[in-house]
Every structure is written in structure tokens, then in C-alpha cells.
């Protein structure tokens, strides 16, 4: 799931819009991407053990939850949906 995600991120993303958050030099668990000029903010939940998808900031809607259940296919089509 993961390789999936990552190939739809690099596939569907405006041009140069990737940014790690970091702080005091240190990465932390948050990867932003701009797709269709819309801002998505992915983060590691440790409580649920999925990646979150959340549109605008890190406390926006949910747009989607991935996680190893979820099949690549799947991942396109969220993602050809943007």
C-alpha cells in the first residue's frame, strides 16, 4: 500500500509542491502536498496505525485513511478523484 501511495502522491501532485514539516531541524510526521491547487496534509495516526489524508491542514477533513487493508487500486481511485 505504501509504494502505492507514494506513486499516486508523485503522479497527481502540482509541480514542485512536496514539503516535509519540520521543526528545529527535525523531520516530523507530516508530508504536504498540493494537487488541483488544493492542500493535503498526510500524517502517521499512531493511535489508529493509519496514514491520514487530510485536506487543507493538519486538523482538516478527513479525506481518506490508508492502511495495509487498502489495495492499490483503491489508491488510484481516490486519487484520480482530486
Known amino acids: ?12 501532485k502540482d509541480e514542485d509542491a512536496i514539503e516535509v514539516m519540520t521543526q528545529s531541524g527535525d523531520m516530523k ?3 504536504w502536498v498540493k ?4 492542500r493535503y496534509a498526510f500524517s502517521y495516526d499512531h493511535e489508529t ?7 487543507h491542514s493538519i486538523k ?7 492502511d495495509n487493508s487498502i489495495f492499490a487500486k483503491e489508491v ?3 486519487f484520480e478523484s482530486l
Do not use: H, P, Q, Y
Not at 494537487?35 to 488544493?38: A, V
Not at 482538516?60 to 490508508?66: E, M, P, R
Open 35 to 38: 494537487i488541483n491547487n488544493t
Open 76 to 78: 488510484k481511485e481516490i
Open 60 to 66: 482538516g477533513d478527513v479525506v481518506k485513511s490508508f
Open 49 to 55: 496505525e493509519k496514514i491520514e489524508m487530510r485536506k
Open 29 to 31: 510526521n507530516v508530508l
Open 1 to 12: 500500500m505504501i509504494l502505492a501511495l507514494i506513486a499516486a502522491v508523485i503522479w497527481k
